[in-house]
């Protein structure tokens, strides 16, 4: 138990349909991060979020729009996902993203998209 | 972000020292040297960074060379359950860029 929750673990959405994964840190922090990582390939940061600020936007379509309304929630909302966006979706969190600092991810949610 | 050089996969056996390199020949000065694991199907778990000196907690120690191109993780003694892919990572700005990393495997 790293102190960051996601849910739902596991999630199917056909390509039409619109499902958001929320991601709670009890750690203090105040930044958290999204994560993407398909089959095989290396975890790829996708948004990262600074005492609510978006901070970067690591080039990812707009078909994911993400959402920070306080320091402790962050949700990723999906539309029109495509098959290839099928991927364990993972969220962390640290304090100010700055040397040195640690990041604690929570477990992932396991989304498949047909 | 320097990048790093990882072997791919390692064994190791039960109750011996895990000894995991990583070259980062492009490091520059202020940059720390992070390590993360992740076990299968899990989130990554933080191990333990440095700078310029060795540094040890209760799950790991990392040995930097005094050039600092190059770094050791050792887990002392190792577990079933330390199998997973080990990730080293050399960063300065906020973004943590995982590679490939090496695969442990620890055998009975």
Redesign the interface.
Known sequence: E?G?TQTPRHLVMGMTNKKSLKCEQHLGHN?MYWYKQSAKK??E?MF?Y?FKEQ??NNSVPSRFSPECPNSSHLFLHLHTLQPEDSA?Y?C?SSHA????Y???????T?LTVT | DAKTTQPPSMDCAEGRAANLPCNHSTISGNEYVYWYRQIHSQGPQYIIHGLKNNETNEMASLIITEDRKSSTLILPHATLRDTAVYYCIVRLSEKLVFGKGTKLTVNP
């Open positions: 790293t960051v930044a290396p975890l940061l990262v600074n901070t970067e364990l993972l962390a993203p700055r040397d040195p640690e990041q604690y991810f929570g477990p992932g396991r």
